[in-house]
């Protein structure tokens, strides 16, 4: 059991160095890791898995990029019945580190705190409240992306 979780560690470490060496390798794709890292709750595992997940970041809209990683709310209607809203399909890899992200932006991250204690302060479940947090997350992602910027504590209070 030992030696099967060593083998394990080192093919993840093998993998780790080889996403690192192949965004090292490409000017645009190192930009883009510098302007997410910048952001407070992502990181290098995620900022990787957005770069190699989402080319389109920095390209489209924020409703396009909601809705590619599958964060954007569909409406469950049919005829006269109007159902709840639901976030489903997109990439379910950015969706999940996504989520992973907001963990660590609720706590680091004072635009995304601020948001998520609206959200809980006017009645949305935690669940519900992270989804919004993620979308948010992906959404100030690619709007620094397209504006070449990196995270700014003072802008990131008029979020």
């Not at 952001?39 to 809209?61: C, D, K, N, R, W």
């Not at 809980?120 to 479940?125: D, F, L």
Request: with cysteine; hydrophobic share 45%.
């Amino acid at each position: 059991m030992t030696e099967m979780i060593t083998f394990i560690n080192r093919q993840m470490t093998g993998i780790e160095n080889e996403i690192l060496r192949i965004i090292a390798s490409c000017s645009v794709r190192k930009r883009k890791a510098k302007i997410l890292k910048s952001i407070p709750g992502i990181g290098p595992v995620i900022s990787g898995v957005l770069i190699s997940q989402m080319p389109e970041l920095g390209q489209i809209g924020r409703k396009q990029i909601a809705a590619l990683a599958g964060l954007a709310p569909f409406n469950r209607d049919s005829g006269r019945t109007r159902g709840r809203r639901h976030i489903y399909g997109g990439r379910a890899a950015v969706r999940c580190q996504l989520h992973m992200g907001v963990l660590s932006a609720i706590r680091y991250n004072s635009a995304i705190k601020k948001f998520y204690k609206r959200l809980i302060e006017a009645g949305k479940i935690p669940k519900v409240a992270m989804v919004a947090c993620a979308r948010k997350l992906l959404v100030i992602a690619n709007t620094m992306i397209k504006n070449n910027t990196l995270w700014r504590e003072n802008d990131a209070k008029n979020a």
